[in-house]
T-cell receptor, first 110, second 115 residues
Framework: GEDVEQSLFLSVREGDSSVINCTYT??????LYWYKQEPGAGLQLLTY?????DMKQDQRLTVLLNKKDKHLSLRIADTQTGDSAIYFC??????????FGPGTRLSVLP | NAGVTQTPKFQVLKTGQSMTLQCAQD?????MYWYRQDPGMGLRLIYY???????DKGEVPNGYNVSRLNKREFSLRLESAAPSQTSVYFC??????????????FGPGTRLTVL
């Protein structure tokens, strides 16, 4: 089945850029997603990218997709303390369900 | 529009006890899901329901049962709780687009401890 991998931790200084990486095994997903989980809460959709695109920009967020290498990344510009959260990469499993990565815990240091 | 609601928010059980986690959504979605979240393992799918009256096993179904009571409600039952089921449980529902992206909406979670 589909496998989605992420590094578990990332620590950055406030004001720096954060880059969270994700790799996946099955390239059939039409859309790929980034979800954010704040402490004590459920996940919320942060952004997504269509598989025919290689980049999508949404304010401080930039998503890069390399289909050949099956690599997805999320860049957060000017990272703030409010960005501290767990970020999940997800792919659509043939329209049945999403497969989530293990999540990357982003810590933003003042 | 409450989105996805879950009850209870917290629960402590003794080994062998049973309980049902309740979930409801008011977005008229066909698909609903139950996940468990454990540190370092992300979200693992327990069961899902593609439509009212249907349920399917996910990655980790053992020790759980589900009921899709109607389009709104999808419950998760632990018949005989074990310490390995200590986790945070999330219910979700999903949009049904075939022409655009889909979004999963998550409930706030149930934090379950089994002693």
């Amino acid at each position: 089945g589909e496998d989605v991998e992420q590094s578990l931790f990332l620590s950055v200084r406030e004001g720096d850029s954060s880059v969270i990486n994700c790799t996946y095994t099955d390239s059939s997903s039409t859309y790929l997603y980034w979800y954010k989980q704040e402490p004590g809460a459920g996940l919320q959709l942060l952004t997504y990218i269509f598989s025919n695109m290689d980049m999508k920009q949404d304010q401080r967020l930039t998503v890069l997709l390399n289909k050949k290498d099956k690599h997805l990344s999320l860049r957060i510009a000017d990272t703030q303390t409010g960005d501290s959260a767990i970020y999940f990469c997800a792919v659509d499993n043939y329209g049945q369900n999403f497969v989530f990565g293990p999540g990357t815990r982003l810590s933003v240091l003042p | 529009n409450a989105g996805v609601t879950q009850t209870p928010k917290f629960q402590v059980l003794k080994t062998g006890q049973s309980m049902t986690l309740q979930c409801a959504q008011d977005m008229n979605h066909n698909s609903m899901y139950w996940y468990r979240q454990d540190p370092g393992m992300g979200l693992r799918l327990i069961y899902y329901s593609a439509s009212e009256g249907t349920t399917d096993k996910g990655e980790v179904p053992n020790g759980y049962n589900v009921s899709r009571l109607n389009k709104r409600e999808f419950s998760l039952r632990l018949e005989s709780a074990a310490p390995s089921q200590t986790s945070v449980y999330f219910c979700a529902s999903r949009t049904d687009s075939t022409f655009s992206y889909n979004e999963q909406f998550f409930g706030p979670g149930t934090r379950l401890t089994v002693l």
